[in-house]
């Protein structure tokens, strides 16, 4: 029954999305823990230049499906993941792909800040390092000032670019690990509850800068709380269960959900 | 030879990574981006291209090598003296000696003309492996530069190589093992049952007799010494020295650790702890300096006060050392099982009114009972294969006696005895010294893998 | 339930009545029993760090002494016919003279009218036989010192210089004789008569001893007589007591003295006399020191001397005792820092032996070790923590390695025995071989240390470099790896200084030889700072004791060293996530 239901809204996310060319589209992804089957038949397209926030309950599946996109998964052993994903029509599941080559595409920053114990400098050099990305000198330090000011640190770390990543608050951290994945020119950014662990201050200035952003980048975004979905979000998907129950504009989401245990999780009733 | 291959190889490497990077640069064109991987890593994929054949190279052709070069060298001596193991491993000495230049005095001719053609050959096929290597690497750069495109996955290929070299450090703990193993049991095989040994024992008369007496009759000459195998002195002196130290260090170990997991304020655990930790990291010599010079004379003296008859080199004061040598041991691990009692289980204890003693004595103590028992195994084990201790405070006098005033010698006594200075290999005194190594090594073995499986069990009961 | 609660009498709910003595009791028993347990731990650590400080007290007491040595500063006469006989200046003939001859020839003009074979090698046993050596290489560097005297420093023999640091015999003068003494000879065998009883105390005290020595006899003899194997060497005890018995029950009959009583003699005219046998007024003995002349010595002007260690009891005899008092007394002695125990290699001679050649053959093993196991010790943990898939291979190489860490020492002295000087006929007594063994043996240790550190990294740097398209090595090799650096290096220093105390496997692999030389490459025969200490422990010279206890007390400060910097980084790196 439940099934069922899962399958009808599916189809409804997909066809709602007609007419304008998706940025990542899935097709029935399933992941399976060793035995736990932790995500089921989970299809979408993702549009580019917005932001897309995933919504659900804890262990829904959300964080799973998210890391599926850049196949962090891939480093957990026991992890299994069938379906395909595409970026631009390529297949990130193609063997023939690199996967070192997708995350720089697939940018990602993670629930906790988790900056380099290096320079802020070195934190946001690191990926053009290993990617080439850079010229010579100078052209690595335009890269990094670029990068810091796209995430809005410049001002504020401009004369201490040497000092340890590490130092900073924990608003300011999170906001170098955002210079630091759009430092390798993502297409791309995965957010993990970015803000989870950040005070309602530097939740304000990240979702902020999420809002600047959304207008070069394709941006994902996990969160537990309803309201950041509301306001940073174009579109919204809501997990349970490890089913993708619904997904479509985020107004129409939060206002007139379609499915029963979106608007439960939406007034409250669960979660 | 050696110090040369070695300097090409370096070489080799060095310019297989510079060519590479450099071929990979002037492909790209400044467009590192677009290439799959940088630079570096095609140097170091071309570096690695050639690091490898040329390792395999020289580990398989130095050997093959030297077996060849003896053997033609043996050639020129009779048939007879190459199949005398003995005889013919004495020549190969000479004949190198000769070879390196280090023999004085006359030579005969035949060995003269061995010494030469070892020396040719040696040197010949030092060219040729050395010219093996230079084509093999040479061969692998220009492999390496060719394959140079922006879409070579240089850096996949390069982690493969360094992949495949963890593995192989990771599998020298194996090796190890394994090189253990077959040394040990190869020799106690011979010594038990290859028909050349001369004197060897039966495999019952070594388990059960009950006199040690390896001399071994040097030359043809000395006539038949009466050499005698008997394990069971060696195992009861070690038994009885092991119980001695048990006897001291397990009350003592075990307290300490109870003290300091349960009782001791964080500055006395602070003063205490590195104690045990130096007294851990004494070296065995020093503490069995301390057993011969100091404990042995003063047990000595404390038993003729009493009128006690006690040697001079006494089990007893071999163990009591050996007790202290293990004190840290047992409390450190014992230690650390009694903290990883769940404090609920105190609480539990705490909450109906124990005292802090009888929490201790009916909670932990039973819930930490597998723990310190192979904290106890580990212990016995460790006394077992201790060796300079007993070396230097036992003694040699192989009793078969429980009396631990008396003087007893113990396994590791015996392999060291015999195995210091030269020794012939085929000899059945020294394969007596690897088939006690053979004991020594299964009985630790069992005693560390029961008690490691014991305190796993034990972790995972608690985690 | 709950109703029939209600009906259960109030006598069925038992509770303790903390008033009656009998509760008291137990609670104080209990008590008692909570300070008794708390005492036995105490006790044990109180044990276990008494242990250690007698340990190190002990051996730093005994090694101490041997830091410093005494040398005797004597005039050396450099003739020019011996030192350069063809006045060539020829550093080799210069150098090839026999300068222990000289120094010999220096001392017996110091101590002056010994005589006698015996006397004159006693006296020559005082110098070391590299008593010359410093001045040699003088005399070679300045050849313009020959044909002059120079005040030369010459080092004494171990038995000498044990005998200076105090390890010999207290010496007490009895100055308050009442008769007049008169020696019949200036050399040789000599009689003093005295004038009055001025010996009877002495006399007393011999027969004292005597009584001591026979009452033992006896004692020992009573202990083995219900041996029956004993029975022949009882008689003998009984009649030697016997002999004792008829010697010390006549109280003024003269008596001889032996090597087992204090040494008595007689200083007068300016020599000494060793007094053999003695009676009241009278003793016959041997010159140790000539006397001036045989006039009559007044009351007060001659003393008596005692030895009073018996000479059976020590190292050096009468005479060398008297020698060296007399070179003492003319401030002719001196105690220097033993800067030759770190400068030089092994030798037979205690007082000439050193640990550098030890040191430098620990050094390059531990070398070989260092060049081994630190990066096959970080390759294979890297491999186990963060490339290994949980599968029955990875699970064999983890047990292996944590019963690899508890294989008893001595069986990888025979690996290495029958693996590389057997099979791979790598050379014997090398720091090569050691190394190999050493870092065979300590790669375990490193193992686990190296995985703990890598585990202490937290995963979320791992992560984040991958997601900015790190590939695994990458991230591994550019981040947890230096993070996991002063973890892995507290470790590898721990193992190098577990290898730096490491005796047995040593000798099995044969760098037990006696080597004096100063081994200069991987591949020379060498020793190791612990097996010199084993081979010293063994040997029977006292002086050597010291040596062994010093070597002992130079093993410890390096260990100490080590492991303070090991802590020292620990604490230095370590990093709370």
């Known amino acids: 029954m439940d099934t069922q239901v899962a399958f009808e809204s599916q189809s409804k996310a997909v066809s709602s999305m007609a007419g304008t060319k998706p940025k990542v589209v899935a097709r ?181 800068l999420i809002d600047e952003l959304k207008s070069n980048f394709c941006i994902i975004i996990v969160t537990h709380s309803m309201q950041q979905a509301a306001r940073v979000s174009q579109r919204t998907a809501f997990f349970h269960l490890g089913i993708l129950v619904e997904e479509g504009p985020t107004s129409t989401i939060f206002t007139n959900p379609s499915d029963k245990r979106t608007q439960d999780y939406i007034t409250g009733r669960f979660g | 030879m050696v110090a040369q291959y070695f300097l090409l190889l370096a070489l080799l490497v060095i310019s297989g990574y510079f060519f590479g990077s450099l071929r990979a640069r002037s492909v790209a064109g400044g467009n590192f981006a677009s290439m799959h991987s940088l630079p570096e890593y095609h140097g170091l994929y071309t570096a690695a291209l050639v690091l490898a054949p040329m390792l395999f190279i020289f580990a398989v052709g130095l050997p093959s090598l030297l077996k060849v070069a003896e053997a033609s060298a043996l050639g020129h001596f009779p048939a007879d003296l190459r199949a005398d193991p003995l005889k013919s491993s004495a020549t190969l000495r000479d004949i190198m000696n000769l070879a390196s230049g280090g023999h004085s005095g006359a030579v005969a001719p035949e060995l003269q003309d061995a010494a030469k053609t070892y020396s040719d050959l040696m040197s010949r096929g030092g060219w040729l492996i050395l010219g093996l290597g230079l084509s093999a690497g040479l061969c692998a ?184 040598m293990i004190i840290p041991f047992i409390s450190s691990l014992s230690d650390d099982v009694i903290n990883s009692v769940p404090q609920s289980l105190r609480d539990g204890a705490y909450a109906l009114g124990a005292t802090k003693s009888e929490t201790i004595k009916q909670v932990i103590l039973p819930a930490a009972l597998p723990g310190i028992v192979s904290a106890f195994m580990l212990a016995i084990s460790r006394a077992i294969g201790e060796t300079m201790i007993v070396v230097m405070a036992a003694g040699l006098a192989s009793n078969l006696t429980f009396n631990p005033l008396e003087a007893v010698t113990t396994i590791t006594v015996q392999i060291k005895t015999i195995l210091v200075g030269d020794q012939e290999f085929d000899s059945a005194k020294t394969l007596a010294a690897f088939a006690l190594g053979f004991v020594l090594f299964f009985v630790t073995l069992l005693l560390n893998f029961i008690a490691l499986r014991v305190v796993q069990k034990y972790r995972e009961q608690y985690d | 339930m709950t109703d029939m609660t209600a009906n259960i009498p109030t006598s069925h709910v038992r509770r303790l009545n903390f008033a009656s003595t009998e509760a008291q009791a137990r609670v104080r028993s209990r008590y008692r029993t909570e300070a008794r347990f708390r005492w036995y731990g105490i006790a044990a650590l109180t044990v276990t760090t008494v242990f250690l400080v007698v340990l190190v007290a002990d051996i730093v007491v005994k090694g101490f002494p041997a830091f410093w040595q005494n040398s005797v500063y004597l005039d050396v006469a450099l003739p020019a016919e011996t030192v350069d006989p063809k006045g060539n200046r020829d550093t080799a003939e210069i150098r090839g003279a026999d300068y222990n001859a000289l120094a010999r020839a220096a001392l017996a003009a110091a101590i002056p009218g010994i005589e006698g074979r015996a006397a004159k090698k006693q006296l020559n046993e005082l110098l070391s036989s590299g008593a010359a050596d410093n001045l040699r290489e003088e005399v070679v560097a300045n050849p313009t010192l020959i044909g002059t005297t120079v005040k030369a420093k010459l080092l004494l023999s171990d038995n000498a210089d044990l005998y200076l640091k105090g390890d010999g015999t207290s010496i007490t003068r009895y100055a308050a004789t009442r008769g007049i003494a008169t020696p019949t000879a200036t050399t040789g065998e000599v009689k003093v008569l005295v004038s009055s009883n001025d010996f009877a105390e002495i006399l007393v005290s011999i027969k004292r001893d005597l009584e001591l020595r026979g009452g033992a006899l006896e004692r020992e003899a009573r202990r083995l007589d219900g041996n029956p194997d004993a029975g022949a060497h009882v008689k003998e005890l009984r009649a030697e007591a016997q002999g004792l018995k008829d010697r010390y029950s006549k109280p003024s009959v003269a008596e001889t003295l032996d090597a087992r009583m204090p040494t008595r003699l007689i200083a007068t005219n300016g020599g000494l006399i060793k007094i053999s046998a003695i009676s009241d007024s009278e003793a016959t003995g041997e010159v140790l020191l000539p006397l001036t002349s045989t006039a009559e010595a007044k009351a007060g002007d001659w003393q008596i001397v005692t030895y009073e260690t018996p000479e059976a009891s020590r190292n050096v005899n009468d005479r060398m005792v008297t020698f060296l008092e007399k070179l003492k007394a003319e401030n002719k002695v001196a105690s220097n820092f033993n800067f030759a125990f770190f400068t030089s290699g092994d030798s037979r001679e205690p007082e000439l032996a050193g640990i550098l050649g030890a040191l430098v053959g620990s050094a390059l093993l531990l070398v070989v070790t260092l060049l081994i196991c630190l990066p096959i010790g970080v390759m294979a943990s890297i491999y186990l923590e ?86 695994k090595q990458q991230a591994i090799f550019h981040h947890v790896l230096p993070l996991a650096m002063p973890g892995i290096m507290t470790g590898t220093i721990i193992g190098m200084a577990h290898a730096l105390g490491e005796t047995a496997p040593l000798l099995m692999i044969g760098m037990i030889a006696f080597i004096v030389d100063v081994p200069q490459g991987f591949t020379e025969a060498a020793t190791a700072l612990p097996v010199q200490i084993y081979l010293w422990s063994d040997l029977p010279e006292p002086a050597f004791q010291a040596k062994t206890a010093a070597a002992i007390v130079v093993l410890l400060v390096f260990l100490f060293l080590m492991n303070g910097t090991a802590i020292w980084l620990r604490k230095r790196f370590e990093r709370r996530w």
């Not at chain 1, 993670?110 to 390092?129: C, E, H, L, R, T």
């Not at chain 1, 170098?176 to 791309?188: D, F, K, Q, S």
């Open chain 2, 141 to 324: 750069i220009s492999w390496g530069v060719s394959s140079v495109s922006m879409s070579f996955r240089a850096r996949n290929n390069f982690e493969r190589f360094v992949n495949v070299a963890l593995l192989l450090a990771a599998s020298i703990a194996v090796l190890t093992t394994i090189g253990i193993v077959s040394s040990v049991m190869g020799e106690t095989y011979r010594f038990f049952f290859d028909p050349n040994i001369k004197g060897k024992p039966g495999v019952f008369d070594f388990l059960f007799g009950t006199e040690w007496n390896p001399q071994a009759a040097m030359r043809a000459d000395q006539g038949e010494i009466s050499t005698a195998y008997g394990f069971l002195p060696l195992l009861t002196g070690t038994l009885l020295i092991t119980c001695i130290a048990i006897a001291v260090a397990g009350p003592l170990g075990l307290f300490s650790a109870i003290y300091l997991a349960e009782y001791a304020s964080p500055k006395v655990r602070a003063t205490a702890k590195p104690i045990l930790e130096i007294l851990a990291g004494v070296p065995t010599v020093v503490l069995g300096f301390f057993a011969a010079l100091t404990v042995a004379p003063f047990v000595r003296g404390w038993g003729e006060y009493f009128g006690l008859n006690v040697a001079s080199e006494s089990a007893l004061a071999a163990g009591l050392v050996m007790g202290m």
């Open chain 1, 28 to 208: 029935d992804c399933n992941v399976y823990y060793g035995e736990k089957h932790a995500l089921k038949n989970v299809s979408v397209d993702i549009p580019n230049h917005s932001v897309t926030a995933f919504i659900g309950p804890s262990g829904c599946g959300k964080s799973t499906f998210l890391r599926c996109i850049n196949r962090m998964n891939d480093t957990i052993s026991i992890c299994r993941v069938t379906g395909n994903i595409l970026i631009d029509g390529q297949n990130i599941y193609d063997p023939a792909l690199d996967v070192v080559q997708l995350r720089a595409r697939v940018g990602m920053v993670f629930q906790k800040p988790n900056p380099f114990p290096k320079s802020i400098y070195d934190n946001v050099a690191y990926g053009p390092k290993i990617h080439g990305l850079a010229r010579g000198k100078s052209d690595l330090d335009d890269i990094v000032e670029k990068s810091l000011e796209k995430a809005g640190l410049w001002k504020e770390v401009k004369d201490r670019l040497n000092d340890s990543g590490t130092g900073l608050s924990g608003g300011q951290q999170q906001r170098l690990c955002i210079a630091r994945a759009i430092a390798v020119g993502p297409e791309v950014i995965l957010m993990d509850e970015p803000c989870s662990a950040l005070d309602p201050i530097a939740t304000a200035k990240v979702e902020e």
């Open chain 3, 386 to 471: 963060e490339f290994a898939v949980k599968n029955w291979m990875t699970d064999i190489i983890e047990i292996n390695i944590n019963n690899l860490a508890a294989v008893p020492s001595i069986v990888f002295g025979l690996l290495g025995l029958a693996v590389f000087l057997n099979f791979f006929g790598l050379p014997r007594s090398a720091p090569l071989v050691g190394g190999l063994v050493m870092a065979l043996l300590v790669l375990p240790t490193i193992i686990i240390a190296a995985r703990a550190a890598l585990k202490a990294v937290p995963p979320s740097i791992k992560e984040a470099a991958l997601g900015v398209g790190a590939s």
